[in-house]
Nanobody, 121 residues
Framework: VQLQASGGGLVQPGGSLRLSCAASGNIFSINAMGWYRQAPGKQRELVARITSGAMTNYADSVTGRFTISGDNAGNTVYLQMNSLKPEDTAVYYC????????????????WGQGTLVTVSS
């Protein structure tokens, strides 16, 4: 399974960015997808997550500013980030909880390669 993330970049405070993450490969079903971020010197933290049933949860720090959504096929997740702040600067990682069928159904946790978001004037 591959998670291909894109959409990071440099944006001024108050601006917007949209991240995308597409999952491909040996996928029986996708149970949840989400975005985590890691700022320099800090631990990786959950930003937002969406389940196959479209239930979402967000970090308190991004609630009301960020929106996570998925496409109809269920293999791509988006993170719309508005009103960006300098403290949103981090490497953003896509994550997916995927069920694979290799004779037996089993859940695996996958990570994308990370995309840098820099919020600065």
């Amino acid at each position: 399974v591959q998670l291909q993330a894109s959409g990071g970049g440099l944006v001024q405070p108050g601006g917007s960015l949209r991240l995308s993450c597409a999952a491909s490969g040996n996928i029986f079903s996708i149970n949840a997808m989400g975005w985590y971020r890691q700022a320099p010197g800090k631990q990786r933290e959950l930003v937002a997550r969406i389940t196959s049933g479209a239930m979402t949860n967000y970090a308190d720090s991004v609630t009301g500013r960020f929106t996570i959504s998925g496409d109809n096929a269920g293999n791509t997740v988006y993170l719309q980030m508005n009103s960006l702040k300098p403290e949103d600067t981090a490497v953003y990682y896509c994550n997916a909880d995927i069920t694979q069928n290799n004779g037996v159904l089993f859940n695996y946790d996958y990570w994308g390669q990370g995309t840098l978001v820099t919020v600065s004037s």
